[in-house]
T-cell receptor, first 115, second 112 residues
Framework: ETGVTQSPTHLIKTRGQQVTLRCSSQ?????VSWYQQALGQGPQFIFQ???????GRGNFPPRFSGLQFPNYSSELNVNALELDDSALYLC??????????????FGPGTRLTVL | AQTVTQSQPEMSVQEAETVTLSCTYD???????LFWYKQPPSRQMILVIR??????QNATENRFSVNFQKAAKSFSLKISDSQLGDAAMYFC?????????FGGGTRLMVKP
């Protein structure tokens, strides 16, 4: 069984640029959630994708967008990067079968630095 | 909306001793789960222990156990026989609906 993988591991961008982060979900999972973890803080929920559609969103502006593909992998796109976007971005996959919470399994994260 | 609060930014324990990390939460959901995650410097978020809110019995996983007080909305983690490898950031988290809400974390240091 393959776990959750993310790419790239590290990324450096400049303010105003755009970035795409990628996540491959664990085998058998159909849902991907994205979290932003600023240095020294707990992760914050960005959004979740289920069956290729956004299924819930946290308090993040529209310049944070995502995609989910038929193989359940996912991308997180951030436009017009700001210095405060510097953080660890965590992807988590789960198997959603109903409306209640389903355990999420985390990838190793992508460290984004915005200069 | 859910909130999770960890009031101890840092904790220290002597190797082989016991330490308790505190967590309080608030939610209007009736169906939720509570978790403790460990995040070492490698950044990988590792699940330590989980508790279903509908279960009264406290969860236990080897040296890790929780004290779940539903009425008080409290969920503490006890680590027994602390080991050097337990040193890490520990996050309390609440899972409800389609998302996890995390606390701010507690840095645990283990002294040899």
């Amino acid at each position: 069984e393959t776990g959750v993988t993310q790419s790239p591991t590290h990324l450096i961008k400049t303010r105003g640029q755009q970035v795409t982060l990628r996540c491959s979900s664990q085998s058998g999972h159909n849902t991907v959630s994205w979290y932003q973890q600023a240095l020294g803080q707990g992760p914050q929920f960005i959004f979740q994708y289920y069956r290729e559609e956004e299924n819930g969103r946290g308090n993040f502006p529209p310049r944070f967008s995502g995609l989910q593909f038929p193989n359940y992998s996912s991308e997180l796109n951030v436009n017009a990067l700001e210095l405060d976007d510097s953080a660890l971005y965590l992807c988590a996959s789960s198997l959603v079968l109903g409306t209640h919470y389903n355990e999420q399994f985390f990838g190793p994260g992508t460290r984004l630095t915005v200069l | 909306a859910q909130t999770v609060t960890q009031s101890q930014p840092e904790m220290s324990v002597q190797e082989a001793e016991t330490v308790t990390l505190s967590c309080t939460y608030d939610t209007s959901e009736s169906d939720y789960y509570l978790f403790w995650y460990k995040q070492p410097p490698s950044r990988q978020m590792i699940l330590v222990i989980r508790q279903e809110a509908y279960k009264q019995q406290n969860a236990t996983e080897n040296r890790f156990s929780v004290n779940f007080q539903k009425a008080a909305k409290s969920f503490s983690l006890k680590i027994s026989d602390s080991q050097l490898g337990d040193a890490a950031m520990y996050f309390c988290a609440l899972g409800a609906g389609n998302m996890l809400t995390f606390g701010g974390g507690t840095r645990l240091m283990v002294k040899p």
